[in-house]
């Protein structure tokens, strides 16, 4: 697919802003799990109370905070709060926060670090654990805490503390804090939350308007996210359609501009299915591709690595499941992706052959209905369709059970999260937001990979596709124009000279014409005859260059057509092939092809040479008759007649009929000859046929008999000295009409 990269440089920046806002809609929704956990946690079981630094203590609780803290950790304390009397602006601004909230001097946070986040709930625990100790002393027994046995009961246990030597202080402190390790520092701050809610209650807070605020203001952030999310999609999503429809445009361009330039020699290397189905089908696989590689391949990764690191935050210990999901999904997917991979590439070639059939049928028709071929080729046409249909199903069979294998891996990783969280749950080793995150994680990660999965799907068959699309661009064709070209002398003659001519098809054996050489001279008619393949439609090919000669040369005033610009040479020919092809529009758009500027009296003129009035007058319509792809809706005569009307529209100095002639009657040939004679009187005429007396009045003619020229004369010095065209003109024509 890189061989296309030149066809989506031009999109650089549109992929750019896709990716910058990709990576910010991974980010918002990596987001997402996090505030839910927030919900959970802070704002349904710890009432909206977030922190385990309180914003506020009362002047007592800030003492007894004191008596579990060192010198050095009081230092912080002091630093990170400030006393506030009561009717300081601070207290009003609290109130405002905090409805309820005591009018009471207050040490209020003013800045918090690492050192006092990991102290504050440690003392904040081991005052409520003496608080709750001096209530009901039986239940500190029961959590493991035993107090100094010299106290007496119904003693102040603060004042207590207090009075005791710093010694004994530190070691009821030490012993507290080596709980608190046991717990882990996340476990204590979680504990302590419930000691700052305890202390908001004490001083008047209202704890179901805290809580209310808290669940607002998170469930409004992630509304928020969740809208941004959105807009980021759609934008992306227009970004990568805009991107892919684009460079689809592109490649249909180049692939039309290039298949234009081909000579004969590529467009028969490439069937015209081929080359439709490349067009068609596989720019689409293509347009389709590059969508998706903008819109997944891009975010998966952010959102993949993003989780991993987010989950494992969040829940280290379970880490195990993620690593499990990750080895059965990719283990799913690469044995689709190794069933799959073949039948993507025979999928292709299957619809070549497909368009192939259908083309053949639909163009050759009417000889399949004479012929009474119909089941023999629906039987044809049925073969090729069941042979795509039953790759195209195998792959879908492929794609239906790995859907159902991915959503039980799913529910199976949200099972188990579940189970294992619950322990841990239960064991105080984590949090039931932690858990619920740690699953949305989970299953972004799995998503992220099922995107992943589904390009590395997609990317063969597309691979296939570019494959087959580079193939045509890069072929360059085979006919050049030369780097410096040459120029014809002026005024143009359109004298033609064919020296010492000998050609052969690229990759034949053997030649095809031997050693060709003759001159045509301005005004005069060279009639080609000879026997069937003997090369004759492949001479005057070479006239306008649409092969080049293997040997010799073909000179036109004196140039060689190899040294002129392809469109020269060829906007001073007037071609009508041996099969007339005439375009889907109407009489005067194909006429106008000869000459777009031309009057309405000149396409007239060149009906009527053509003997085509009657054409018109069979229509109401006149000019402005529609004509269907390829003039099927006229006869074959008709359809000739046509196309040599638009070749004489172009009023070139040089005209080639090539076959031309062969649908018309014996009267409408020698009327039309008699026309073109009078109409082309200074040009230079070559006229291709079998029929004898379609070539019986040529100035000269060329007699070929296995790609050699055998013959040159009139058609009384030929009959005299040439026996293969006194055997074809006496086979054709009475002993009364050769006199």
Known sequence: MLRLFPYIRRYTLPIALAILLLFIQANVDLALPDY???????????????????????????????????????????????RVEASAPEITALQARYPGLATQPLYVLQTSSPEIEKVLPRALLSVAFLEQAQQNPEQAQKMGMTLPRNIPPGTDLFQALQN??????????????????????????????????????????????????????MGGIMLLLTLLSAILTITVGLISARVAAGAARDLRDGLFVRVTGFSMAELERFSTASLITRATNDVSQLQMVTMLIIRLVFYAPILAIGGMIRALSMAPSMGWIIGLMLVVLMSIILGVFAITLPRFKLIQSLTDNLNRVMRENLSGMMVVRAFNRQELERQRFDHANRELTRVNLFVNRVMVIMMPLMMFLMSAVSVLVVWVGAHQVAELRMQVGNMMAFMQ???????????????????????????????????????????????????????????????????????????????????????????????????????????????????????????????????????????????????????????????????????????????????????????????????????????????????????????????????????????????????????????????????????????????????????????????????????????
């Open 36 to 82: 839910l956990s927030k919900i959970v946690n802070n704002g349904i079981q710890q009432g909206g109370v977030a922190s385990a630094i309180p914003e506020f203590l009362d002047e007592q609780t800030f003492q007894r905070l004191s008596l579990f803290l060192d010198p050095q950790e009081q230092r912080l304390l002091d630093q990170a709060y400030r």
């Open 441 to 739: 994680y989970t299953m972004q990660i799995f998503f992220a990979f099922m995107f992943m999965s589904m390009m590395f799907i997609v990317l063969p068959r597309a691979s296939v596709s570019a494959d087959r699309i580079a193939e045509v661009l890069e072929t360059m064709p085979t006919i050049q124009d030369p780097p410096q070209p040459k120029e014809f002398p002026q005024p143009f003659r359109g004298e033609i000279e064919f020296r010492d001519v000998s050609f052969r098809y690229p990759g034949a054996e053997e030649d095809v014409l031997h050693h060709i050489s003759f001159t045509a001279r301005p005004g005069q008619t060279i009639g080609i005859i000879g026997t069937t393949g003997s090369g004759k439609s492949t001479l005057v090919r070479l006239i306008p260059r649409f092969y080049d000669v293997t040997e010799g040369a073909i000179l036109i005033d004196g140039v060689d057509i190899r040294q002129v610009r392809q469109s020269d040479l060829r906007e001073r020919i007037g071609y009508v092939p041996q099969r007339s092809n005439l375009f889907s529009g109407t009489i005067e758009s194909n006429l106008r092809l000869g000459d777009e500027d031309a009057p309405l009296e000149a396409l007239l003129q060149a009906l009527e040479v053509a003997q085509g009035n009657e054409i018109l007058a069979s229509r109401p319509e006149g000019l402005n008759a529609s004509i269907a792809q390829g003039g099927t809706n006229v006869s074959g005569g008709q359809r000739q007649r046509l196309a040599i009307a638009r070749a004489l529209v172009k009023r070139a100095p040089i005209y080639i009929f090539d076959e031309s002639f062969s649908a018309l009657d014996y009267k409408t040939d020698l009327a039309l000859r008699r026309a073109l004679k009078r109409y082309l009187t200074n040009s230079t005429v070559f006229i291709v046929s079998q029929r004898v007396a379609t070539i019986k009045d040529a100035d000269q003619i060329l007699v070929l008999d296995e790609g050699r020229l055998i013959g040159v004369g009139t058609h009384r010095e030929l009959m005299e000295t040439c026996d293969v065209y006194r055997d074809i003109a006496l086979s054709q024509l009475q002993q009364e009409a050769l006199a």
């Open 164 to 217: 005791l030597p710093p010694a004994m202080r530190q070691n009821l402190r030490a012993r507290f804090w080596e709980r608190f390790d046991v717990l882990g520092d996340k476990m204590v701050s979680q504990m302590a939350i419930a000691a700052v809610k305890k202390e908001y209650q004490a001083l008047g807070v209202n704890i179901d308007r805290l809580q209310f605020n808290y669940l607002a203001r």
